[in-house]
């Protein structure tokens, strides 16, 4: 592998097509505000790195960024690329990830609108964020321990995981299908409508009008905060742990509440059941802790 280190780059492509190379303590950045470094790169890893610049990294194979920060100005850094792992880094840049086939970020701080947008297969652990439309239309995602902040996340995503995250987002998870969130906090006004085949599990939801118009809708032992008007036109399962404000008009399903301050029933094909006040667990009525 080739080394490149304490070099400084401004120009255009400044390493185009680069291929085997470890650039280490390198800075892109400088008055000829050169775009697109790494273009079209293969076996790249840039550590300890500073860039400035817009595009970095476009159409690259196997690119490994670790303790480096991308600023505000290095827009639209990762586009089109596969195989790609991020360690200990900021990304600051506005549009950040795009279009990338398997991902792999820790321990980063990520501060960018519009980060990750339909990424196939990306694997995100101790992680900070906060952006909008943060991973729309991706699929295939793995979170573990990540801390997002930022309105109308995860929306049509497909195929995800996330375990012991921490979400402060409105409108989160709209259309999203066949996703499981559980050991989680998602604080949030409009939780996952439109969505299919989603399951929270020991997780506690905060907010207005949650879970809404959703097919295939499953809650374990979750408890839900300040969540008004829940559940609204909703095929769904749930046992909740803890009173609700008030449950309006599920379609089908049944919903295990200790207490409710409000049901409200007022359309014709509202035929879901509401059990209140039954000691429940992850199936429903619990026989064995009664």
């Known amino acids: 592998m080739r080394t490149i280190e304490n070099e400084t780059f401004d120009e255009e492509r400044a390493l185009y097509a680069a ?57 639209a850094a990762i586009w089109y690329s596969e ?68 309105k109308y996340s995860f929306q049509y995503i497909t195929d995800s995981v996330f375990e012991s995250c921490t979400f402060d987002t409105k409108d989160a998870f709209w259309h999203a299908k066949n996703v499981i969130v559980k050991n989680s ?36 032992n979750c408890e839900m905060i300040d969540t008004d008007l829940s559940f609204e036109r909703s095929d769904v399962e749930a046992t909740l742990t803890a009173p609700i404000v008030s449950i309006k008009n599920p379609l089908s399903g049944h919903i295990f509440v200790p207490q409710v301050g409000e049901i409200i029933m007022d359309i014709e094909n509202a035929h879901g059941e509401v059990i209140v006040g039954e000691q429940v667990c992850g199936k429903g009525i619990c026989g064995c802790c009664a």
């Not at 980063?108 to 609108?113: A, E, G, N």
């Not at 980060?115 to 906060?130: K, L, T």
């Open 83 to 150: 195989n790609v792992e991020i360690n200990n880094t900021k990304l600051h840049g506005i549009k950040a990830l795009r279009e990338c086939r398997n991902v792999k970020i820790s321990d980063c701080d990520i501060v960018s609108p519009e980060f990750g947008w339909s990424v196939q297969g990306i694997e995100m652990e101790n992680c900070s964020s906060d952006s909008k439309y943060f991973m729309m239309r991706s699929n295939h995602l793995s979170f573990r321990d990540v801390r997002m902040k930022g």
């Open 19 to 75: 291929g085997d190379v470890l650039v280490k303590e390198c800075a892109f950045d400088g008055p000829a505000d050169g775009e697109s470094a790494f273009k079209e790169a293969n076996e790249v890893t840039a550590d300890h790195c500073f860039f400035n610049l817009r595009y970095p990294f476009w159409h690259n194979t196997g690119l490994k960024i670790k303790n480096s920060e991308l600023t505000d100005k290095c827009r």
């Open 185 to 220: 906090v998602i604080k949030g006004e409009y939780l996952a409508w439109y969505s299919e085949n989603i399951t929270f599990e020991n997780c506690k939801i905060i907010g207005t009008q949650p879970l809404c118009y959703c097919k295939k809708l499953r809650l374990i």
